[in-house]
């Protein structure tokens, strides 16, 4: 920038004099190796932006790119590679980082940016149930969509899966009906469905005669 400025005496006599000043930034300090870990994750999940080499004492504040919005808290350098959150996210977002020197108030925003891709949800699949008559093995079924396949698993969150990767499961011999619940997974990216579905095998059980009377 150059400033200008001017004097005058009593008598009315003036002097011009101008001077130009540049201001720099540190390109260590402003080109900080920003990534993000994990960058691809599945929608509604959180990741964190690490900033390789932080600056003991710096306070680094993670924005969204598209509107420099602040995220969470700031995290104070410490001379090694620091992780700012990034809190649970919907679509694939880019992210700045400005920093604020505390001792004397300047801010400037780190030159790298960090994109971290978001995969879509499956939707929950759409069951088959299926049923027989008296104790033994039932086989149901659940159809995802395109490009998924299914687990299954007993309960309706948690637990171990009973079978990766097939749209049917045969269960162990059963007496009674039971609930089996599947879940959609794409098989590219990895994501679960929010919800599984429940799939009923159905056991009906024959009805004993009555003995009647004879007249």
Same mark, same amino acid.
């Given at each position: 920038?150059?400033?200008?400025?001017?004097?005058?005496? &009593?008598?009315?006599? /003036?002097?011009?004099?101008?001077?130009?000043?540049?201001?720099?930034?540190?390109?260590?300090?402003?080109?900080?190796?920003?990534?993000?870990?994990?960058?691809?994750?599945?929608?509604?999940? $959180? /990741?964190?932006?690490?900033?390789?080499?932080?600056?003991? &004492?710096? $306070?680094?504040?993670?924005?969204?790119?598209?509107?420099?919005?602040?995220?969470?808290?700031?995290?104070?350098?410490?001379?090694?590679?620091?992780?700012?959150? /990034?809190?649970?996210?919907?679509?694939?977002?880019?992210?700045?980082?400005?920093?604020?020197?505390?001792?004397?108030?300047?801010?400037?925003?780190?030159?790298?940016?960090? =994109?971290?891709?978001?995969?879509?949800?499956?939707?929950?699949?759409?069951?088959?149930? $299926?049923?027989?008559?008296? =104790?033994?093995?039932?086989?149901?079924?659940?159809?995802?969509?395109?490009?998924? /396949?299914?687990?299954?698993?007993?309960?309706?969150?948690?637990?171990?899966?009973?079978?990766?990767?097939?749209?049917?499961?045969?269960?162990?011999?059963?007496?009674?009906?039971?609930?089996?619940?599947?879940?959609?997974?794409?098989?590219?990216?990895?994501?679960?469905?929010?919800?599984?579905?429940?799939?009923?095998?159905?056991?009906?059980?024959?009805?004993?005669?009555?003995?009647?009377?004879?007249?």
């Amino acid at each position: 920038s150059v400033i200008s400025y001017s004097a005058a005496d &009593g008598s009315g006599n /003036t002097a011009n004099c101008s001077f130009t000043v540049t201001v720099s930034y540190n390109a260590t300090s402003i080109g900080k190796t920003v990534t993000a870990s994990p960058a691809t994750i599945c929608s509604g999940n $959180s /990741t964190n932006i690490n900033i390789a080499l932080s600056e003991s &004492g710096i $306070s680094y504040q993670l924005r969204n790119n598209a509107n420099n919005a602040s995220i969470g808290s700031p995290v104070t350098g410490n001379g090694a590679t620091i992780s700012l959150p /990034t809190g649970a996210l919907t679509t694939t977002t880019t992210f700045n980082i400005l920093a604020t020197n505390p001792g004397n108030g300047c801010s400037y925003q780190l030159t790298n940016t960090a =994109t971290v891709t978001v995969n879509p949800l499956p939707a929950s699949p759409t069951a088959g149930n $299926s049923g027989r008559c008296g =104790t033994g093995a039932v086989t149901i079924t659940a159809t995802p969509g395109a490009g998924e /396949t299914i687990d299954w698993y007993a309960a309706s969150t948690g637990g171990t899966a009973l079978l990766t990767g097939n749209t049917s499961y045969t269960t162990p011999s059963i007496s009674a009906t039971n609930i089996y619940y599947a879940q959609a997974r794409n098989t590219t990216t990895g994501c679960l469905a929010a919800t599984r579905t429940a799939v009923t095998a159905t056991i009906s059980n024959p009805v004993a005669p009555t003995a009647g009377n004879n007249s």
